[in-house]
């Protein structure tokens, strides 16, 4: 069993969707993060976050420390969201410490 | 500031031959991350370094050694390509631990043939 889940896989989706991608994980953390890869491009990050929720213009990423759960958010979904999701988790602790553990990422594909 | 580079973008390289990925940063960070990326699959850990002199095994370390002389600099290189090696590598950096956020290349894809 992979540390961190994501799901859907895949999802399409018509602009103006809200859409929601998750993210499991089994590990102890100090920080989630959510990363976006755009085809042939390289990797940003969207958010780190270890409690509560953070909004950055239509994204919005949440976390449930307690459920070990984490959800990024897309409102109104334009063709431009289409990319690779991918929620990474950070413990300092064990043999986690100083690395990032990833998820295989969500593909998003947004149709107009 | 230019972030994180590497060079090259693409190369393809025959069985058996060598090569050394190069990774450059400017933002004085620490800590400094050589994934590969294999389709379908998440980022995987190659070799990581908190410090100039400093570097450890990731998940994957087979097949590849690193160096870290300078904060700025941490060349991947590649002994005896196989084809089992054909992937996208990304070089990160983060100023402290994983806990901070990290900055990622641009990306080199390379093919074994």
């Known amino acids: 069993k992979n540390e961190v889940e994501q799901s859907p896989q895949n999802l399409t989706a018509q602009e103006g969707e809200f859409i929601t991608i998750n993210c499991s994980y089994s590990v102890g953390i100090s920080a989630l993060h959510w990363l976006q890869q755009h085809p042939g491009g390289g990797i940003v990050s969207l958010f780190m976050l270890s409690s509560g929720k953070k909004k950055h213009g239509r994204l919005i990423a949440t976390i449930n420390i307690q459920e070990k759960h984490s959800s990024l958010h897309i409102t109104a979904s334009h063709p431009r969201d289409s990319a690779v999701y991918i929620c990474?988790?950070?413990?300092?602790?064990?043999?986690?410490?100083?690395?990032?553990?990833f998820g295989a990422g969500t593909i998003l594909r947004v149709k107009s | 500031n230019a972030g994180v580079t590497q060079t090259p973008k693409f190369r393809i390289l025959k069985i058996g031959q060598s090569m050394t990925l190069q990774c450059a940063q400017d933002?004085?960070?620490?800590?400094m991350y050589w994934y590969r990326q294999d389709p379908g699959m998440g980022l995987k850990l190659i070799y990581y370094?908190?410090?100039?002199?400093?570097?450890d095994k990731g998940e994957v370390p087979n097949g590849y050694n690193v160096s870290r002389s300078t904060t700025e600099d941490f060349p991947l290189r590649l002994e005896l390509a196989a084809p089992s090696q054909t992937s996208v590598y990304f070089c990160?950096?983060?100023?402290?631990?994983?806990?901070?956020?990290?900055?990622f290349g641009p990306g080199t894809r390379l093919t074994v043939l």
């Open positions: 370094s908190v410090g100039a002199g400093i570097t």
């Open positions: 990474a988790v950070s413990s300092s602790s064990g043999e986690y410490g100083n690395k990032l553990v």
């Open positions: 933002m004085n960070h620490n800590y």
């Open positions: 990160a950096s983060s100023y402290y631990a994983a806990y901070n956020e990290q900055f």
